[in-house]
């Protein structure tokens, strides 16, 4: 009589995450050894068979680091190891490995899509530093002398943009000209006078609406450019000296012509 042998399989689960992606939203202002807890793998099976490590995909900014609960379980947390830049780089997509120990070994992956959010860390800046505008005299009020233009690299408020004179602007050249805070548009405010003013000098400010705002500034210079306006004047100064017969021919005696 043959002895009647019994073999028992046992079926390994495959381990997975309670969920296929998981989404953080990280400040680029975030300091480096910040720790952020992810959702674990999930292995119906014990012992040996349980979760024995975590892996994440090669990256530049983030790494794991695992935590043993009393229990003998692992808790894996995402370490931010150097500084993120919203500008360069506004998202990272990376993968969390789940391996556990049987033979043959088994894993789940879930994906990390990590947003970044901006923070106010860049100021506004003009395309120029400085600008030479020639406008001509006389010019009718509402002309447009120049439309500025400030970008900021930053998103949302940080990077909405108000245009304004800075202090070093004198009186009367914010009297002469007006400047949209909006849009950056310099315009003839009043009547302009080559005779009266020739140059006119402005520093312009763009200033973000971020919270702590920051700014960019530029300069303008405008020239007027003279046309002819003003009709001559002759003025005869004087007869009450009589003139030599011997004076020279081309002497000037006594004119003035105005312009």
């Known amino acids: 009589q043959c002895p009647l042998l019994h073999t028992i399989l046992f079926q390994r689960k ?3 995450f309670r969920r296929d992606a998981i989404h953080l939203d990280i400040s680029e202002s975030t300091a480096v050894g910040e720790r952020f807890s992810l959702s674990n793998a999930v292995d119906p099976d014990i012992g040996s068979n349980s979760i024995k490590a975590y892996y994440l995909s090669e990256n530049d900014h983030f790494d794991i680091e695992i935590q043993t609960g009393r229990d003998g379980s692992k808790f894996v947390d995402l370490i931010l190891k150097n500084p993120l830049d919203r500008e360069k780089q506004a998202s990272h997509n990376l993968i969390l490995t789940a391996v556990d120990g049987g033979v043959p070994a088994r894993s ?5 899509i990590v947003r970044v959010l901006d923070t106010n860390d860049n100021a506004p800046q ?3 530093d400085s600008y030479n505008i020639n406008l001509t005299e ?6 447009l002398v120049v439309k500025l233009n400030a970008t900021d690299k930053d998103e949302g408020s940080n990077s909405d943009i108000i245009y304004s004179y800075s202090l070093y602007t004198s009186e009367k050249t914010q009297q002469t000209f007006s400047l949209n805070p909006d849009n950056g548009e310099i315009r003839v405010k009043e009547m302009i006078n080559y005779e009266d003013f020739r140059i006119y000098h402005m520093e312009i400010i763009a200033t973000d609406k971020g919270v702590n705002s920051l700014s960019g500034k530029c300069k303008v210079k405008i020239l007027l450019t003279d046309i002819n306006d003003n009709h001559p004047e002759i003025s005869i100064k004087s007869f009450s000296s009589p003139v030599k017969e011997d004076v ?3 002497t000037v005696i006594a004119l003035e012509i105005l312009d």
């Open 126 to 128: 003009f395309y120029k």
């Open 138 to 143: 006389n010019a009718p009020i509402g002309r």
């Open 108 to 112: 789940g992956t879930a994906s990390i």
């Open 248 to 250: 020279p021919v081309n």
């Open 14 to 16: 495959w381990r997975k």
